[in-house]
C-alpha cells in the first residue's frame, strides 16, 4: 500500500525558512517524478515544483523560482522543498504526489496534476508576523 507523509510546515516570519520532506512506503521515491502542489484557504490547487525522475529536470512555478528548491535524498526515500525568502502569500497547505506534468507558456511554466499520482495528506505552512 502506497503511502505518502509530507512534514515539516509550521509558522515562520516572513522572509525566514522552511523545509519540508515528503517521505514514502510502499513505492520508491527514485523511480517516481515527483510535484509539490500547495492550496491557499479559498483557493485551487496549485503547482509549485516538479523533479524528474533521474533529477534532470527541475522546474518551478513563477510565485517561487529563485526562493525554492527541491532535491532528493534516495538513501532516505525522502524529497525535499528548500522554501526560503518567505512571502504571507507562500501561506498553504503543501502537498506531494508521484507525478506532475509540466506545460511551458512563453515565459511561464505551469506544473499540472496527474490523475494517477498518490497524495499524501499535506502540511500547513504559515508565513505571518
Known amino acids: 500500500q502506497v503511502h505518502l507523509v509530507e512534514s515539516g510546515g509550521g509558522v515562520v516570519q516572513p522572509g525566514g525558512s522552511l523545509r519540508l520532506s515528503c517521505t514514502a512506503s510502499?513505492?520508491?521515491?527514485?523511480?517516481?517524478?515527483i510535484g509539490w502542489f500547495r492550496q491557499a484557504p479559498g483557493q485551487e490547487r496549485e503547482g509549485v515544483s516538479c523533479i524528474s525522475r533521474a533529477d534532470d529536470r527541475i522546474y518551478y512555478e513563477n510565485p517561487v523560482k529563485g526562493r525554492f528548491t527541491v532535491s532528493r535524498d534516495n538513501d532516505k526515500n525522502t524529497v525535499y522543498l528548500q522554501m526560503d525568502s518567505l512571502k504571507p502569500e507562500d501561506t498553504a497547505v503543501y502537498y506531494c504526489?508521484?507525478?506532475?506534468?509540466?506545460?511551458?507558456?512563453?515565459?511561464?511554466?505551469?506544473?499540472?496534476?496527474?490523475?494517477?499520482?498518490?497524495w499524501g495528506q499535506g502540511t500547513q505552512v504559515t508565513v505571518s508576523s
Open positions: 510502499g513505492l520508491t521515491l527514485e523511480n517516481y517524478y
Open positions: 504526489a508521484t507525478d506532475c506534468g509540466i506545460v511551458s507558456m512563453g515565459r511561464r511554466t505551469i506544473i499540472t496534476e496527474s490523475s494517477t499520482a498518490s
